[in-house]
């Protein structure tokens, strides 16, 4: 019983500090959005970096009895789950800041818990029975995280908190407080709203796949060798400008280590293995987490504004996480 609680409290904290990586690459990918790094090659790179960090790692660690024999039909599977989770999950999710902003991308993303729901009790991969208290528990979860989201859209409330625009050191780039040059709310929504169905499908197809193939850190290396395969060939249509290829600044360089080490090697990984110990629901349901935090991470580094509002987020938020809390007791 008791390394149950301790596998259990290891799974929380795991989903903890995946919020706040994710956190974290709202705003570096932001700023590096601002800095002016293609929307192209910016994920070229973080992929690129990802695959250098994990596939050492993948074949000497897993090399002798995790990792299955390869087949087509999973070489497909991989494929596919970079189609979704990376190629069409980071492509919508970039245009979608870059036309929104990073604080309402982390609240658009709390549908993800509700649609991963949806998703994963239609292909009979999440077990719901309301008339148990873990059945009840995910539901009353997914619905509070997702009211939480909802408020935090919709109500903003008196203003909080307002930094000015940053200066980063050592450069000429000034962050702008709203972003309002390059906002256009509807684009930025219908794009925001592709990422989450992305992701969404992306933790529900993982889940049959890394039963399959549960050798995790080879698994993250091919999906990552896909989908940096994918942007090569639209990078091959859309980015022809060398230019476009050039590391300019340290600046650049800070965010684009951040979105490849952190971002994509071991958010992918650490993804996958809550995956696999908890399942896609569980995941999911700790996502409006970042919401809060991505706000004031917003305000004190890129001047966004806060409203009272998100207090509303906080509440609601705790209480679902609350309830997942239930699932585990």
């Not at 973080?46 to 090399?63: C, G, N, Q, T, V």
């Not at 189609?83 to 709390?110: D, E, K, R, V």
């Not at 951040?258 to 071991?266: E, K, P, Q, T």
């Not at 305000?299 to 509303?312: F, N, P, R, T, V």
């Amino acid at each position: 019983m008791a390394n149950i609680m301790t596998e259990k409290i290891k799974l929380i904290v795991a989903l903890l500090v995946l919020q706040c990586c994710y956190a974290g690459f709202h705003i570096v990918s932001r700023l590096a959005l601002n800095i002016g790094i293609s929307r192209v090659v910016y994920p070229i790179y973080r992929d690129i970096i990802a695959l250098l960090l994990l596939s050492p790692f993948a074949y000497f660690l897993e090399k002798n009895n995790e990792r299955p024999p390869l087949t087509l039909r999973l070489l497909a599977q991989f494929f596919l789950l970079a189609l979704i989770g990376i190629t069409a999950n980071q492509s919508f999710y970039l245009l979608g800041i870059y036309y929104a902003s990073p604080t309402f991308a982390s609240a658009m993303q709390n549908s993800v818990p509700a649609i991963t729901f949806v998703l994963a009790s239609a292909l009979g991969l999440e077990e719901v029975n309301i008339s148990r208290r873990d059945g009840l528990a995910k539901v009353l979860g997914t619905i509070a995280c997702v009211g939480g989201a909802t408020i935090i859209t919709l109500y903003k409330g008196p203003l909080l908190l307002q930094q000015k625009a940053h200066q980063i050191q050592g450069d000429t780039f000034e962050v702008d407080q709203s972003s309002t040059k390059n906002q256009n709310w509807t684009l930025g929504c219908l794009c925001l709203l592709g990422h989450c169905l992305c992701w969404a499908g992306w933790m529900v197809f993982q889940a049959p796949v890394v039963k399959k193939y549960p050798a995790k850190l080879t698994l993250t290396s091919f999906t990552c060798l896909f989908g940096l395969i994918q942007f090569l060939i639209i990078a091959a249509f859309t980015e022809r400008d060398l230019e476009s290829w050039k590391i300019q600044s340290k600046e650049e360089l800070l965010t684009i280590l951040y979105a490849g080490v952190i971002s994509s090697g071991i958010v992918i990984y650490l993804q996958t293995w809550c995956i696999q110990k908890g399942g896609p629901v569980f995941v999911a349901v700790f996502q409006p987490l970042q919401t809060f935090i991505v706000a004031i991470m917003a305000a004190l580094i890129l001047g966004d504004k806060l409203y009272s509002g998100g207090y509303a987020e906080i509440l609601f938020t705790i209480n679902g996480i609350f309830a997942i809390f239930i699932i585990c007791l």
